[in-house]
């Protein structure tokens, strides 16, 4: 599809369908956040403030669970006059939802809510509130990011993506397909990728020949290997976007040998969308603080620079049901310095994985999970791997070899792996055909099965 429908599509279809007809202010938000990405930092710093401000006040005035902790804890919204007096208000955690989940809600919004739920990785769905704006500001917020990426509105786009759970009628399945040509896009069923179809996939970019794919990282990779493994070319995008899991270097590498072309990181969850995408530098992510307040802690307060942490996100626009620094129980990185972009907003250096995915060591020691992908990255042949810990004193390594792997490679993986968790957590290898997917179509290379880190954000 030509560049006109693309222009054609972001003036004229989408203004229509989007402001017209759905009555929906995405175009003008996604406006405003054009504009104040390019404030300096401490301009980006006094918005966010800003607009913090605003929403405490209207969590003590609306919200019966934050004026009821706060009033407990002696603390009123104009106490907090700075970003050290909101990082000692309660963090919220996800059974903190789940047992206040009425109590939560704005009184005026009650009854104009909308719901979600995530998928649930820990077993544990998690049900939550959120308003239109908010939600169109999110969608905006999420075009932002993608545009850095070079993945605009109407560009042709091949999703590999999440299939659809159950049995589609045939009146969505025709109101799908049109939705998505007029959004010049197509998907590919992640779910239903073996390794006896990969050529499947591969006929269907070829076929459809996408200027941007936008892929959950997992699926992507292992397409990736099959095209390196078998030497086949395929057509080649402008560029690779990987969403809903962590994009590490070494898939990084892989993936743009095999298209060609540069593949950015994104990091967001469901409880608020995109978080953090990386820029046309590729430096770090940048943080959208002109939308979210996102801090780094451990238990003992904010985390130093360089240090992984615990992801604690405030979205500044959801008045219905607000969640105040919440717990999402990923960890990630903070970036050093400002991008050569000239972006006011700030920098992660890198999305380090699930909380849950983060290995114990029989003396408190936790590990981040991208630990193993940046060590096993150095051992020719692994095509792909999990690590599973069940108990605090082993962990179990699940493989899928290929030509390269080397015996050797054994010796090497468990001097790393003792050397930072010691020698008294055993290692259990298996050598496996395939690495099953979550239910929602991702691979993820570390699990934990203790449930290590349940209580960080405390009682309600």
């Known amino acids: 599809m030509s560049g006109w429908y693309e222009t054609a599509f972001q003036h004229v279809l989408y203004p229509a369908y989007e402001t017209g007809l759905r009555r929906r202010s995405t175009l003008s938000w996604l406006s405003e956040y054009r504009s104040s990405q390019w404030l300096p930092p401490e301009g980006v710093v006094a918005l966010q403030w800003a607009r913090l401000k605003r929403l405490l006040a209207h969590c003590e005035r609306e919200v019966p669970f934050y004026r009821r902790r706060w009033r407990e804890l002696g603390i009123t919204a104009e106490d907090i006059q700075c970003p050290d007096d909101f990082a000692k208000l309660p963090l919220l955690s996800k059974d903190d939802i789940r047992n206040h989940f009425d109590e939560l ?16 990785s820990t077993g544990e769905p998690l049900r939550f509130g959120y308003t239109r704006e908010s939600n169109d500001r999110r969608t905006a917020v999420m075009w932002r990011g993608y545009e850095w990426a070079g993945s605009r509105m109407g560009r042709r786009t091949m999703y590999l993506w999440a299939g659809a759970i159950g049995e589609s009628g045939r009146m969505r399945r025709l109101k799908d397909r049109l939705y998505n040509a007029a959004f010049a896009r197509r998907t590919l069923n992640s ?27 997992g699926p992507l990779v292992r397409l990736a290997q099959w095209l390196v493994d078998v030497g086949r070319s395929i057509h080649q995008p402008r560029a690779i976007v990987g969403a809903a899991e962590a994009l590490h270097e070494f898939q990084r590498e892989l993936l743009e040998k095999a298209f060609g072309c540069p593949a950015f990181n994104t990091y967001g969850c469901r409880e608020v969308m995109l978080i953090a995408a990386e820029c046309e530098q590729r430096c770090g992510l ?11 802690v451990d238990r003992n307060g904010a985390v130093p620079r360089g240090r992984p942490g615990d992801v604690v996100v405030t979205d500044l626009f959801n008045y219905g049901m607000p969640l105040i620094r919440y717990v999402n129980g990923d960890m990630a990185t903070e970036g050093d310095g400002a991008c050569s972009c000239g972006r006011g907003l700030p920098l992660l250096s890198r999305v380090d ?8 060591s029989p003396d408190g020691h936790l590990l981040p999970g991208i630990f193993f992908p940046h060590m096993l990255k ?14 605090l004193d082993q962990l179990d390594i699940s493989i899928v070899r290929g030509k390269d ?14 050397r930072v968790l010691g020698a008294s957590v055993a290692l259990n ?10 239910r929602s179509g991702k691979l993820r290379v570390t699990v934990s099965e203790l449930h290590h880190r349940e209580g960080l954000a405390g009682p309600a």
């Not at 940048?286 to 780094?296: G, I, K, S």
């Open 191 to 217: 779910f239903q990728m073996t390794e006896a179809n990969m050529a499947e996939y591969a006929d269907a970019i070829d076929r459809y020949r996408p200027e941007i794919i936008v892929a959950y990282v």
């Open 286 to 296: 940048h943080v959208n603080a002109d939308h979210l307040a996102v801090e780094l």
């Open 405 to 418: 792997f080397e015996e050797e490679a054994l010796p090497f993986i468990r001097h790393e792996v003792h």
């Open 429 to 438: 290898f298996q050598f496996v055909d395939d690495i099953a997917l979550t």
């Open 353 to 360: 994985g699930r909380v849950l995915d983060a290995i114990i």
């Open 105 to 120: 809600q704005a009184e005026s919004w009650r009854d104009r809510l909308l719901f979600k739920a995530t998928g649930g």
């Open 378 to 391: 150095e051992v020719r042949g692994i095509e792909r791997f999990q690590v599973v810990q069940r108990r």
